[in-house]
Every structure is written in C-alpha cells, then in structure tokens.
Nanobody
C-alpha cells in the first residue's frame, strides 16, 4: 500500500507560479515512475509530467518550457514547479505513482489549481 498526499494548490493570476508537492508513504521501496495528471471539469484526466527513478522526465506538449517535475533524493517526494500559468491550466492536479512490476497505479486525493485571467 502507498499513500500519496499532495499540497501546494491554490488560486493564482495568469503569469504567476505555483509549486505542487506530493509525499509518498507506505511501501515506497517499490515505487517506479511518479507523475502529475490533471482533470478539468467535464474532461478526462490527462498526463502533465512524469519522472523515472533515474530522473528521466516526460511532459505534455502544453506545459513544456513552463512546468518542471523533480523528485527528492529519497525518491519519495515529487514536485511540480509551474511557471507562466495560464487560465487553461486550471484543473484538479493528481499525483500518481506506479508501483511494483505490475506498475499498479496509486493516486493522491487531488489539489485544485485555479488560474485567473
């Protein structure tokens, strides 16, 4: 079992910045990739960024150059630095961890990010 707790969401004006954090606890030794997804009302949950245990990253085209994903040295906390935020970035952001050889998905409870124009 893995628990993921997100923090750092909030309300920000367009052009501003926010930093999201996600702390994993429990059986963290078998966590593989971690990442962030987001879901706006009436839409599906989409990938924002992922990071492997080795530090390789992957980003959605819509956030490249603006968002940066990173991971603690203990690999149990993942961060998302969001700069130059746009109103279309407004969504609930979910932390994700892939666990074990089967890459079972664990999800956090979500944190709301609202960008005003």
């Amino acid at each position: 079992q893995v628990q993921l707790v997100e923090s750092g969401g909030g309300l920000v004006q367009a052009g501003g910045s926010l930093r999201l954090s996600c702390a994993a606890s429990g059986s963290i030794f078998s966590i593989n990739d971690m990442g962030w997804y987001r879901q706006a009302p009436g839409t599906r949950r989409d990938l924002v960024a992922t990071i492997t245990p080795e530090g390789s990253t992957n980003y959605a085209d819509s956030v490249k150059g603006r968002f940066t994903i990173s991971r603690s040295s203990a690999k149990s906390t993942v961060y998302l630095q969001m700069n130059s935020l746009k109103p279309e970035d407004t969504a609930v952001y979910y932390c994700n961890a892939k666990w074990g050889q089967a890459r079972y998905d664990y999800w956090g409870q979500g944190t709301q990010v609202t960008v005003s124009s």
